[in-house]
């Protein structure tokens, strides 16, 4: 929407121009004339929003998703709105209305997803702040792979309305929308103006002593099964914050070791097919693949894809085939849920009010496009943290050898962003924060 960005620019020109007092513009319009970027589930009126469904094709928003809106009335201009995976289930970000995103760090790499069009524009400075939601890790992962912030906030804070597929049922606990940003100062006030009257339940306004938070490290789940190794160079990068917290800070960052974790992708796997207190059950996945169309047989489309007529992406369409295995074992589901709840309550009495816990963003850089699909649970490394409903800050720290993006995820007990964000500010600084790409 470049046309009326500059006809909105103008009008800030306008208001700029005629003089009302600094100090009157920036309480009112906190984000008065930034360029903002949006994630095409997100309403943005007059804008497509299909989240990558063919059926969708020619929906086109009529209305603003609340926190769309409230960026709008502090003054954001948005730009335009990004791709993401296909009905946002994915951490590639491909689809059959758009297309594949490349990452600008290596056109040959994934964005990841399903916020990955908002992590590649703004690593590739087309845009300074942007709108991404986050299940599984949907914030996490994109800023990870394309080296800069994202923060998934403490579950119930920031309102997810006006965005397709939303959440239902116990699932409503586990979707959170949260700021992507080039430069961490940026995740506080955008995060401010997104919760809108939510933002009372975090602690924003408490000064951070970082010398004084109880930093804990873990390097990996443990060893699952299912999900990669933790490259080297993550490793090595992760190494490198702890001995710099412990010289520059002289603190002592605690090695932790939490058995569940090697249970993550299982944990989340249950929790998210799970009723909600009023004995709802999750949508199913399939329903979501059948809007404004016929329903979808996910055999039938794999099927159609082998002969290359299907209009689903293989990714959708396994999803839609596991979805059904897992109602074949509701014991075994019953006991992983009953393990997260003990997890949730062990990292909260792990972190208590003053403790950030440091764990990889994911087992690797960004991935070759297509070999997600060869391991597709590595992204359990982020959507543990949605089950425990827990916030979290993802760091960039620098490139790897190949000149591909290193991070951390930056992990605290509920409502307290704050030191998740004061931390990555730190670090920021610490490490260099986002390169532009293309400059080594």
């Not at 990841?112 to 986050?134: H, N, Q, R, Y």
């Not at 119930?156 to 961490?184: E, I, K, W």
């Not at 490259?231 to 917290?245: C, N, P, R, T």
Request: glycine share 10%; net charge neutral; charged share 20%.
């Amino acid at each position: 929407r470049f046309e009326e960005a500059l006809q909105e620019a103008r009008q800030v020109d306008k208001l700029l121009s005629e003089g009302p007092s600094d100090d009157y513009l920036e309480e009112k319009f906190p984000l008065l004339g930034v360029p903002i970027t949006v994630k095409e589930a997100f309403s943005l009126h007059g804008m497509p929003n299909t989240s990558g469904l063919v059926n969708r094709r020619n929906v086109i928003a009529t209305s603003d998703a609340t926190v769309v809106s409230r960026l709008k009335q502090a003054g954001a201009i948005p730009l335009g709105v990004t791709n993401c995976s296909e009905l946002c289930m994915w951490y590639e970000s491909s689809n059959r209305v758009y297309g594949r995103t490349n990452n600008p760090y290596d056109l040959q790499r994934i964005v990841g997803g399903s916020s990955g069009g908002e992590g590649g524009v703004l690593a590739a400075a087309c845009s300074v702040i942007g709108v991404g939601s986050d299940i599984g890790g949907s914030i996490r992962m994109p800023a990870f792979f394309n080296g800069v912030f994202g923060h998934k906030p403490t579950t119930g804070v920031v309102p997810n309305d006006g965005q397709f597929p939303n959440a239902r049922g116990v699932r409503t606990s586990f979707l959170c929308t949260g700021p992507m940003c080039r430069y961490a100062e940026d995740l506080e006030p955008m995060l401010r103006v997104m919760a809108g009257p939510g933002v009372n339940k975090l602690k924003l306004n408490e000064k951070v002593s970082l010398e004084k938070i109880k930093f804990h490290c873990m390097d990996h789940d443990g060893g699952s099964i299912f999900v990669s190794p933790v490259d080297k160079e993550i490793l090595q990068a992760q190494k490198k914050v702890v001995e710099h917290l412990e010289s520059e800070l002289g603190v002592q960052v605690r090695r932790v070791a939490i058995h569940k974790m090697k249970y993550s992708f299982q944990i989340w796997s249950a929790m998210m097919s799970s009723k909600d207190s009023d004995g709802q059950e999750a949508q199913l996945f399939t329903d979501l693949l059948g809007d404004h169309g016929k329903p979808v047989w996910p055999l039938w489309e794999l099927v159609k894809w082998l002969m290359g007529m299907s209009s689903h992406t293989l990714p959708a369409i396994a999803l839609g085939l596991t979805e059904k295995l897992m109602k074949l074992n509701p014991g075994g589901n019953a006991k992983l849920v009953s393990m997260g709840k003990s997890l949730q309550e062990e990292m909260e009495a792990l972190l208590g009010p003053d403790g950030v816990l440091l764990y990889p963003s994911h087992p690797t850089v960004a991935p070759r496009h297509h070999s997600p699909i060869c391991m597709p649970f590595n992204f359990a490394y982020t959507a543990i943290f949605n089950v425990l409903g827990l916030p979290v800050t993802q760091c960039p720290l620098g490139l790897s050898s190949e000149g591909l993006p290193l991070g951390i995820q930056l992990v605290a007990a509920s409502y307290n962003d704050h030191l998740t964000l004061a931390v990555a500010r730190y670090l920021e600084k610490a490490f260099g924060g986002w390169v532009l790409p293309g400059k080594v």
